[in-house]
């Protein structure tokens, strides 16, 4: 089942698509860390979440979120208007059950100042939603349930988010965004009023809705791409 949220910035359109499809011809890796060192691993920088613990794994990213915090993003070196990122995400089973249900893995872009697109991916809920985030609070421009592309805990969830500006015809200026699962498109909305949102910086994140203590991911294969005009 899938439903879509309707919001003042939020227009949907085959006009608007074919307008992407035909101004991105293709996406190029500038980015990519499978987390396999020390050293790779502190290439993520925590840009928000006040307790968030790394480290017990040798080839991921492994984040456990503390007391009084909701949620935990960490940044690439990459930062960038229009980007796509991706990632391999796994809630895992130290994550207490009476949090699981509430916990999601996710990707960020344009994110600061608190600003950013999100795409999130509910792991027990098999649910994704695209929102955007701005001082007037979320936008919820998506929401798809019952995916069953959506891995359960200590399985592999391979997210991308993707955030270009739409170059040609009737859209032109607004922004597509939107969400993958592997390969399955899940989410989507064109932003009509993309200025809200100054920040360039690509993230990872994990948490849970209201309170993400005890909350236990892993992050794996972080890849960002740019798109190549013609």
Not at 17 to 29: E, I, K, N
Not at 130 to 154: C, H, Q, W
Not at 204 to 219: Q, T
């Amino acid at each position: 089942m899938r439903k879509r949220i309707a919001a003042t910035s939020f227009a949907v359109g085959l006009i608007g698509l074919v307008a992407v499809t035909s101004a991105f011809a293709a996406m190029v890796g500038v980015y990519r860390n499978e987390m396999g060192s020390t050293a790779a691993r502190a290439q993520m920088i925590k840009i928000s979440g006040a307790s968030c613990a790394r480290g017990g794994s040798t080839d991921t990213l492994k984040v456990t979120i503390g007391k009084k915090t909701d949620a935990c993003s960490f940044r690439t070196p990459v930062i960038g208007r229009d980007l796509e990122i991706g990632a391999t995400e796994r809630l895992l089973s130290g994550t207490p059950k009476a949090v699981q249900r509430k916990a999601y893995l996710g990707l960020e872009l344009r994110a600061g100042g608190g600003a950013k697109y999100q795409l999130l991916v509910y792991p027990t809920q098999r649910k994704a939603q695209l929102i955007k985030y701005t001082a007037a609070g979320p936008e919820y421009f998506d929401i798809a349930k019952d995916l069953r592309s959506v891995m359960g805990v200590n399985k592999a969830n391979k997210l991308r988010l993707r955030a270009l500006q739409i170059r040609t015809g009737p859209e032109k200026g607004r922004t597509s965004v939107v969400g993958f699962i592997g390969s399955e498109r899940v989410v989507e909305g064109i932003d009509a009023v993309p200025g809200d949102l100054a920040g360039e910086a690509s993230t990872v994140a994990v948490g849970a809705a209201k309170n993400g203590n005890g909350v236990v991911a892993s992050i794996d294969d972080v890849v960002v791409r740019t798109p190549v005009h013609f």
